[in-house]
């Protein structure tokens, strides 16, 4: 009988780690300021030495499971080109950093991201990698910084096989 105690005792110990890094804390609370309806203006560059194309279009984001996740709904054009997307961005309590899959209808790749906030909390900063068609194996490089409660901006940079990194694309989001 004293196994069982020992393991009713392990498991009730696993359970209380589980339980505790999925409760949601303060990182959450961060992504939570991106909640809400938003207009977007959008640029995109195909090369580093021609100008952007520009776009509007609109984004809905709400957190889910009880203030996890963080969920976005975006639409408008990419490059004259209907575009939607979606995302979740996360903390992981347990890698301690922030984590973001992204899927559109114009690939069909998921895109996979992690990284970190800034001690003062107003950027936060992730990488991914993927082996572009055309480029080949490239870094990108994700920044979404807090401007005020009603403006924030994303920008995607994207290196490759030769350390070379370029701006891709940005966009403002402004609280509708």
């Given at each position: 009988m004293e196994t069982g105690r020992e393991g009713t005792q392990a498991v009730q110990e696993m359970m209380d780690v589980y339980k505790k890094l999925g409760t949601p804390g303060e990182p959450h609370k961060l992504l939570s300021r991106m909640e809400g309806s938003w207009e977007t203006r959008t640029k995109a560059w195909?090369?580093?030495?021609?100008?952007?194309?520009?776009?509007?279009g609109t984004a809905e984001h709400k957190m889910i499971f009880d203030g996890r996740y963080l969920q976005e709904n975006m639409s408008g054009?990419?490059?004259?080109t209907p575009f939607t997307g979606i995302g979740y961005m996360g903390y992981d309590n347990n890698t301690g950093k922030y984590v973001t899959v992204w899927l559109d209808d114009m690939s069909t790749s998921i895109?996979?991201?992690?990284?970190?906030a800034s001690p003062d909390g107003k950027t936060i900063t992730q990488t991914s990698q993927y082996n572009d068609?055309?480029?080949?194996?490239m870094v990108y490089r994700a920044v979404t910084t807090f401007i005020d409660d009603n403006t924030f901006g994303f920008e995607m940079y994207g290196k490759d096989q030769t350390g070379k990194e370029d701006k891709m694309m940005e966009t403002v989001y402004t609280r509708r």
């Open positions: 195909v090369s580093p030495d021609q100008p952007p194309s520009e776009s509007k054009d990419m490059m004259g895109m996979y991201f992690e990284g970190t068609p055309i480029q080949g194996p």
